[in-house]
């Protein structure tokens, strides 16, 4: 399947799985309706400030939008290292 075929479905999926409209996920992400559509159905690629948004909105990875894992579920955020700590390299 395309990578566009993919985060469509995927975008589709997850908006649903919230209780979103394309109207609301529209409005959530600055996203404009006609090109959200688009989106869902596979016929519009994206920039990556828009892929980032809707990843932002859905709560899930970007890496899961577009098809590289099956699993949803956004990174953690790392922890930053106190000063002084040992690094192992």
Known sequence: MEVQAILGERVRLQR????????E??????????????????????Y?????DLARVLQVSTDY???????????????KATPGAARHI
Do not use: F, K, W, Y
């Not at 996920?25 to 994206?46: C, D, M």
């Open 16 to 23: 649903m799985a919230r209780g979103l409209t394309q109207t």
């Open 25 to 46: 996920l529209a409005a959530l992400t600055g996203i404009p309706i006609p090109n959200l559509s688009r989106i869902e159905h596979g016929r519009q690629s994206i």
């Open 48 to 52: 990556v400030e828009r892929l980032l």
């Open 65 to 79: 939008l577009l098809g590289c894992t099956d699993d949803p579920r956004p990174p953690r955020r790392r922890t």
